[in-house]
């Protein structure tokens, strides 16, 4: 039995020590005079026993460091994460920048426009409304200068026109609605026809004025019009022929063409500050 007492002694008289230790420590790290003075006097007296004592007070010493120091840590690691942060978001809206400004330098190089001022846009919005597909809205309108029916353009071609115009927006009808139709022209030959939008499949059909009998090939350019009726000024882009079916029944020939202006990524337009003539 006397074993086992022994232990139980030892333990109670480790568990004593320690929190002895600890206390000295806190006390310690306040900086309390009393605790400077003996420290001067216990250092010449118990130098023997230095090494000892940090050594069995080191753990605990440097568990209470890092307690008390954990809100600063704590802190400075926010800061750093947070500046990081800034960083990072500066390189990014530097990037955006850089990109927007280099879209809108881009919309400015429109070599098909002759004279019409313009005036440069972003698209705010997609699709208009669940039951308007064929609509997006810019961010310019009355205030700006626009009005309805003015052509909607990007630098690789036409995109719709104005169909509503508020005081700082404006909805454009895109081309590939069905109900948006214009006159067009076939580049190489002149010939004249009437094109609307393909709805759905994302195209443009010339559907009236293409005769049988006239020469059309795939990859055939088509443009506006512009005769005097138009609502459309004259060579703005449409597309490009993709696939001809003549028709013997009306004796005409339906063009399928695919669109310049890419309508599903639309960011930057313009606007061309032209109105039909009434």
């Not at 994302?202 to 019009?225: H, K, M, N, Q, Y």
Request: hydrophobic share 40%; glycine share 10%.
């Amino acid at each position: 039995m006397r074993p086992v007492a022994t232990r139980r002694r030892t333990r109670y008289l480790l568990v004593v020590c320690s929190l002895v230790a600890v206390t000295l420590i806190a006390l310690d790290a306040g900086g309390l005079p009393v605790f400077n003075s003996a420290r001067s006097v216990a250092s010449d007296t118990a130098s023997p026993f230095g090494g000892v004592v940090d050594t069995l007070t080191a753990p605990f010493r440097n568990a209470w460091n890092g307690i008390t120091g954990y809100d600063d840590l704590v802190a400075e690691n926010q800061q750093l994460r947070d500046r990081i942060g800034e960083l990072e978001s500066e390189g990014v809206l530097e990037q955006s920048a850089r990109e927007q400004l280099r879209r809108l330098n881009e919309q400015l190089e429109l070599g098909y426009v002759d004279g019409i001022p313009t005036q440069v846009a972003r698209v705010s919005s997609g699709a208009y409304s669940n039951f308007a597909d064929y609509r997006v809205e810019i961010d310019k309108g009355s205030s700006s200068g626009l009005a309805e029916g003015m052509p909607v353009v990007t630098r690789s071609g036409l995109v719709g026109r104005l169909e509503r115009v508020g005081s700082s927006t404006s909805v454009v009808q895109l081309a590939t609605d069905p109900e948006f139709v214009i006159g067009v022209r076939l580049a190489s030959t002149q010939d004249l026809g009437v094109g609307r939008g393909a709805g759905a499949r994302g195209t443009f059909v010339v559907d009236r004025g293409i005769d049988l009998e006239d020469p059309v090939r795939t990859g055939e350019a088509v443009l506006t019009s512009g005769l005097s009726t138009s609502i459309m000024p004259p060579d703005i882009p449409v597309g490009v022929v993709s696939r001809i079916d003549p028709s013997p029944t009306t004796r005409e020939q339906l063009l399928e063409v695919t669109l310049s202006a890419e309508l599903t990524k639309l960011d930057v337009v313009q606007v061309l500050e032209w109105e039909p003539p009434t």
